[in-house]
């Protein structure tokens, strides 16, 4: 079966400061992963998404970056943290085709102070 | 493009009550439509999908969805919630033609004794 995970759980991190959080897949192979980042009663915004290795896609201009190093592995990282990218980052996979079902994994409470 | 509306911030129900989280999409094609359960600090579980077919889908946990084209709404249904079904419900939809999901902002659903 196929199984998702991301670390860390937690991370409070000083603004200015640089970040990485990652995400794997076991299981399936080729898959699109997915970026979400998710702030308080604002519901869930597509951040980046990638349909192969060293493709990925931008949905929204911010100073995060993403990278898919490895087909099962998909990392989001900034530079220099804001305030405003505090939230809850959830990383989600699904098949290359098909009606695009995606399966989430358990996300990352990030806090910049 | 794609949007969706959850018209409803909060509903607060009583247990063993029945309880409607509705759903209502724009598109002009084809589409896929998801309902998820997030509970908190906690990735999103998929609850149930509507493909193709029947309009009535039956997912986990005993909750169902009516897929209405003509109205194009995607309400959920419970016949009676427990305490325990006290979680964010977030609808998601897909065109034929995106390869990413569009998720509403979420409902959240309060179950009191």
């Known amino acids: 079966s196929q199984t998702i995970h991301q670390w860390p759980a937690t991370l409070v991190q000083p603004v200015g400061s640089p970040l990485s959080l990652e995400c794997t897949v076991e299981?399936?192979?080729?898959?699109?992963l997915y970026w979400y980042r998710q702030a308080a009663g604002r519901g869930l915004q597509l951040l980046f998404y990638?349909?192969?290795?060293?493709?990925i896609s931008s949905e929204v201009p911010q100073n995060l970056s993403a990278s898919r190093p490895q087909d099962r592995q998909f990392i989001l990282s900034s530079k220099k943290l804001l305030l405003s990218d505090s939230g809850f980052y959830l990383c989600?996979?699904?098949?290359?085709?098909?009606?695009?079902?995606?399966?989430f994994g358990p996300g990352t409470r990030l806090t910049v102070l | 493009a794609q949007s969706v509306t959850q018209l409803d911030s909060q509903v607060p129900v009583f247990e063993e009550a029945p309880v409607e989280l509705r759903c209502n999409y724009s598109?002009?094609?084809?589409?896929?439509l998801f309902w998820y359960v997030q509970y908190p600090n906690q990735g999103l579980q998929l609850l149930l999908k509507?493909?193709?077919?029947?309009?009535l889908v039956k997912g986990i946990n005993g909750f169902e969805a009516e897929f209405n084209k003509s109205q194009t709404s995607f309400h959920l249904r419970k016949p009676s919630v427990h305490i325990s079904d006290t979680a964010e419900y977030f609808c998601?939809?897909?065109?034929?033609?995106?390869?990413?999901?569009?998720f509403g902002k979420g409902t959240m659903l309060l179950v009191s004794p």
């Open positions: 509507y493909l193709s077919g029947s309009t």
């Open positions: 989600a996979w699904s098949v290359l085709v098909g009606p695009n079902e995606q399966f």
């Open positions: 990638s349909v192969g290795i060293g493709q």
């Open positions: 998601a939809v897909r065109n034929s033609g995106y390869s990413t999901l569009t």
């Open positions: 598109s002009s094609v084809s589409v896929y």
């Open positions: 299981g399936t192979s080729n898959p699109n």
